[in-house]
């Protein structure tokens, strides 16, 4: 019987989303989406993978939502940015919720051009993906919403899209330079070599793509050229975790959100993560997490 994931949420799912086909979307290609609508959170209503990076405003009320298993009060004055490959799931909604969101592919953030630095800021989101913000800053984000989606109106434009992905890039660096303002210690951890950054993108980028077969840091290194020591050492340095606390850190999660929302039973769970049988996941899964799957499993219900 073949065995399934944690699902991904990329744009094509947006635009076909029965919730969202009445709903109000800006689109390009299967590269960038705007959504001015309850129902794009709504629609999140199991946890999802994203294959896209994301950023929304609350406007009005609230929504508590999951990013890698972990909760967030995403509140009006409150910016998301969820980043491709985490983990994202819908709590609960208000009755008052209102936000925007804005969503592009992976391939238009690595096409945009000086985007390393953002990307290395982006990993620094990663543990604080949820913001308060000042209204001043609040208004400067929808004004650069408002542009984008006038320009995706567009359709006459020959260079709509270029002109886009040129609003789009202003509108990332003004939202880390308001990431910087907000998280001090951001600022700390940009000053990394580019060497070390450029390797720990392409050791995340591997990890995404592999972590479900393949959980041993030597692997990883050889698909970098390096020593195991070698890239344990580069990825303790450039994100405070070894190479080793990452791949546990995405099995684990992946684990935890089949746990959560899946109809499969513990077996398939273990063989969809490629561990030998149930009894070896299950002594993994209490190394990490202090309990056994079917313990998770039952103080979650």
């Keep these: 019987m073949e065995v399934q994931s944690v699902p991904k949420i990329g744009i094509s799912t947006f635009l076909h989303s029965n919730q969202l086909a009445k709903a109000g979307v800006r689109v390009i290609g299967d590269d960038i989406v705007m959504l001015d609508t309850l129902d794009a959170v709504q629609a999140l209503c199991s946890p999802n993978r994203l294959d896209v990076a994301g950023i929304g405003l609350c406007l009005t009320g609230h929504s508590q939502i999951n990013v890698n298993l972990r909760e967030y009060e995403f509140r009006s004055g409150k910016v998301l940015v969820v980043l491709p490959n985490q983990i994202i799931e819908n709590r609960e909604v208000s009755e008052d919720f209102h936000a925007v969101f804005l969503a592009v592919?992976?391939?238009?953030?690595?096409?945009?051009p000086k985007m390393a630095d953002i990307l290395s800021l982006f990993f620094v989101m990663k543990d604080t993906p949820c913001v308060a913000i000042t209204a001043e800053e609040q208004q400067m984000f929808l004004e650069y919403y408002s542009l984008i989606w006038k320009k995706m109106k567009d359709n006459a434009n020959s260079y709509q899209r270029e002109t886009v992905l040129g609003i789009l890039q202003a509108c990332f660096y003004?939202?880390?330079?308001?990431?910087?303002?907000?998280?001090?210690?951001?600022?700390?951890?940009?000053?990394?070599?580019?060497?070390k950054e450029y390797l720990f993108e392409r050791f995340y980028e591997e990890l995404t793509q592999a972590y479900q077969s393949e959980r041993s840091v030597k692997y990883y290194a050889d698909q970098l050229c390096l020593t195991p020591k070698h890239l344990s050492g580069v990825i303790k340095e450039v994100s405070g975790k070894t190479a080793g606390d990452w791949i546990d850190e995405f099995v684990v999660q992946e684990a935890k959100a089949l746990l959560n929302s899946s109809s499969m039973n513990i077996q398939e769970i273990a063989n969809?993560?490629?561990?030998?049988?149930?009894?070896?996941?299950?002594?993994?899964?209490?190394?990490?997490?202090g309990m056994s799957p079917k313990e998770y499993r039952k103080a979650r219900l």
């Design 105 to 112: 592919s992976k391939k238009v953030m690595e096409s945009l």
């Design 272 to 289: 969809c993560l490629n561990f030998a049988n149930q009894s070896f996941f299950g002594k993994y899964f209490k190394h990490n997490t």
């Design 174 to 195: 003004e939202l880390c330079n308001i990431f910087r303002r907000h998280i001090p210690a951001t600022a700390a951890q940009l000053g990394l070599k580019s060497r």
